[in-house]
Every structure is written in C-alpha cells, then in structure tokens.
C-alpha cells in the first residue's frame, strides 16, 4: 500500500496552507479586481442613485416611474441580465460593472428616497426660514439627514455586489469568482474553500467599515443611543 503524499496539495484538502503560500500572486490579483468591480459599480451606482432619488423626491409623479424602472431591473436574474449586456459591452469588465449598477440602483434609490421623505415638514420650513435655497436645503439639511437611511441602502447594495461580482466569471471578470468558478471545474477543493472565504471577508469588512463611516456622518445618532 503505497503512503499518501504529504503535500496538501497533493491531496486535495479543503484546507492547505500550501495553496496560501504558492498562490499568493494569483490571490492578491483577484482580490484587486474584485475590490475595483465592486469599488467602481458602487461608486456609479450612487451616483446616479441621488440624483434619481432627489427626481422622485421634487416631483412626486416621477417617483413611481423611477421605482418601477429599478425594482423591474432588479428582477432580472444576474445571468440573464449580464447576457443582454453583452451586445453593448462585449466581454469586459464594463459588463460586469454596468450589472451590479442596475442592481444597485434599486436598493439606493429606496433608502435615499426613503432618507429624503423622513426629513420633517418643519425642519425643511425652519430651514428655508433661514434662508436656505433649494440647493442649499438639499445639500445641508436633507441629504445629512436621510445619511441613516441611504447608508442602509448602500450597506446592502455593497454586500450583494462583493457576491454578484463573482458571476463575472462567466465573462473572465469576476474577481475571486474566477478562482471559484475554476476550481469547482476541476475540483481545486482549497481553491474553492480559499476564494470563497476571502469573499466573505471582504462583504463583511466593506459592512462594517461602512457602518463606521455612517456613525462619523451622524454624531446625532450616537448623542440619542447615549441618552
């Protein structure tokens, strides 16, 4: 009977420190673009999720089309929609991106809608009692305000697109998803276990360094838990 080998590796196991040590390269290189992905569809999905939001907010007869638009993008499974992308964007990392946006634009632009219509009828005439503009009224007073509630929406959104990049597997640009995807092909099994733990990882840190940015913007909050 011959010995098993003593290479983890060599075995198969779920948990082997030596894939950690000879695939650190390829680890870092796929964590980097995940991050991006998930960086890049964030950013532009907040980007067109305030002002769609303050759309809705201004004038209410454009709220229901807005809604109705996102929830309905929102349905679409992952699969199917990077599918419809492709024509536009081609095998790309732009796929990829332009995806998680839509999906996004749902989960923000509920929260910050939501955020902007908690503000109070009084604080808005106080303010505009002051002298406050439009603008001004927007920028200092009810988007501080609705912070609670659209970083809720963003804290969400942020989870699902470190998740939802890995189906950009499909198209070369998935970030950890490459790795997943690859391994359950061949079996890799600490391929799979590895870059599905550092997926958790980086959900559950990108959660809390959000959650911590939420209690700087609302020192308020933490004045009323105190009390």
Known sequence: ????????????????????????????????????????????????????AVLARRWKWAAGPVLSVTTVLYTIPSLAMFSLLLPVYGLSASVVIAGLVLYSLTLLVRNILAGLRAVPEDTRQAARGMGYGPVRLLLGVELPLAVPAAMAGLRIAT????????IGAIVGNGGLGNLIYAGMNTFFKAQVLTASVLCVIIAITADLLLLGVQRLLTPWERARAAR
């Open 1 to 52: 009977m011959t010995a098993p080998p003593e290479d983890c590796l060599a075995r198969n196991e779920w948990i082997c420190g030596d894939y950690l040590s000879t695939r650190r390269e390829i680890l870092w290189d796929a964590i980097l673009q995940h991050l991006q992905l998930t960086f890049a569809s964030i950013l532009t999905a907040v980007l067109l999720a305030v002002p769609l």
């Open 159 to 166: 989870v699902s697109a470190v998740s939802l990049v890995t």
